[in-house]
């Protein structure tokens, strides 16, 4: 944990009980994100994103178990706090976004009711709750703010949503910005406008961001850092211009070699990899992704990968950057 | 909005023609000469024909149903068969008394079943879950005679507590005798309201927007009363419409356990006497209510969601 860090995840293990046995979604997740950096966080649907999400801001559901770990937001472990505690924080040094921008705000309140209501710490009057809402809808450039204030989120377009989401946990200007799929639901014009916004509000507020999506032309446009799950694993992690130009995992390899051409612009959701996504009910003892990987030599099947160190990369399971293994 | 409310209006207008129409088909199927019932065995031959023709039962029963929608349309329900006074007359100053306690079921149903489901439902799985649970399922599964003649053994007879009988003088003596048969008639649905509250409240706390509230640590409170009460309570709002319609039946029995005037107990001597004026005004009069009343819960479920509204106006 160093001076620069805005957010360090450490050994993060989560599993949820369900009827069939413990699910283990995530497994041994480390990595950091820089004060002011855009980290984003890559996997197939399944892989635990949003499962990490929810740890990081003690929302997990009733059925997930902290099997181990540390969430450490500057000089403090999340998992150790009290709700109450987290609650503090929550709104006001952490902020989110989530996927779905159509239920994702109260349907049965104004946007103006709900932007002033999550400004309960401020002692300020009504109005002027109401002036730095509409100045914050005004940042997130949403045409005639001052009217919007009293429509409900149904009235709204998504795109427009989306940016109410954004402006509301911009507002207090968070230390964390922690975005899950903010601009899946949009089409392709309205999500490149959306990432620039967000790189924009970024830069003002100097906050850091940890990006969830599906989307490489994403990443690659936006992050500054990449991390890339797999089956609740992260299976290699670095800054985003040495991980897109030299990948060292083999599934990094096969996301971005499907098709180069998709990961500029258009591609909505991640190449597809022949073979499937191991079970998390019972995970093999192995590389998570073993099963599917063309480069799986004896050692994969039954020895679990550590997280290397290896130039270009802060972090690579895979037994073909280990030395010991491969000697 | 408005042409909703006007389609509804003409819809609710078509259910209370169509009862009607049962009403007077049913009327016609029960056995038995109606003027024979109402002057008894020993009057003579003219004094019934002359009834039936007072009440026009001597008309075909078509030329009956259209006559009555004529007159109604005049505000005209016809004569008691036996005294002559205008059945709306009669109608309206029993009225009163049944809706007071129609009410009194109501709030007896509402307050303690809101309660209940919002405590069941933050504490859910917990052993208060468990005991609200029972009470709601003991209290939907007694019925509301056997619950109305045991309140009268403890509460009347037993303990002295309540009068046992009549509606009261003055607002303080009603109240108190409105007491134990809002009581039957409202328990029952305490666990209706208490079971559907609950289930709608924990539906919606998994809604997404709720976890978007928790991630700007808006305090539980807050996010239970003004975020997820307001829409949970939508079904509550239908099902007690409804409702309504069951305490208005339930109000027949419960008027002639307690012997309170009201618009049941008055059904119930027009049919032992066959006095089918008083009989169809008052099965209209419930009708129009209950259709009434219905509309309101729309309404307020309209005031309460935008989406509703917005559906509307489209
Ligand atoms: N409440 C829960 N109870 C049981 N299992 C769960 C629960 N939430 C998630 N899971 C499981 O945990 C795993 C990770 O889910 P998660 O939602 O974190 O994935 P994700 O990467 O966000 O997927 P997506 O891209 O589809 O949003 C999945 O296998 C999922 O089925
Ligand atoms: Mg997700």
Redesign the pocket.
Known sequence: MTRNTALSIRDLSIS???PEGR?R??REVSFDVARGGITGLV????????????AILGLL????IVESGEIWLGETDLLTLSRGEMRRLLGDRIGAVF?DPMRSLNPVLTIGRQMTDIQFRHRLSRRTKRERAIEMLHKVRIPDPAARLDRYPHELSGGMRQRVAIAMALMAEPDLLVA??PTTALDATLEMRTIELLRELQQEIGCAIVF?T?HLGVVSELCDDTVI?YA?EVVEAGPTRALFEAPRHPYTDLLFACDPARIRERSRHLPTIPGTVPG?IDVPPGCVFAERCPERFAPCGRLHPRPLRVRGSEAVRCHLHDPEVTS | MWLYFLKRLGLAVAVVAIVIAALFAMIHAIPGDPARVALGPRASEELVAAFRERIGLDQPILVQMGNFYVSLLRGDLGRDAVSGEPVLRILLSQLPDTLYLVLGSILVAVVPGVFLGTLAARHRGSLIDRVTSVISVSVMSIPAFVIAIYLLLIFSIELQWFPAIGAGEGVLDRLHRLVLPSLALGLAWIGYVARILRASILEEMNEPHVRTARAFGLSENRIMYDYVLRIAILPTITVLGIGVGHMLSGAVFAEIVFARPGIGKLVFDAIISRNYPVVTGAVLLTTIFFVLVNLLADLVIAWLDPRVRHDLAG
């Open positions: 949820y009980d369900t699910l979604a995530i996997g197939e649907s399944g892989c635990g994103k949003s499962t990490l999400m929810s559901d009733g059925a997930a996927q899950d799929e969830i599906h799950m609740g998390l």
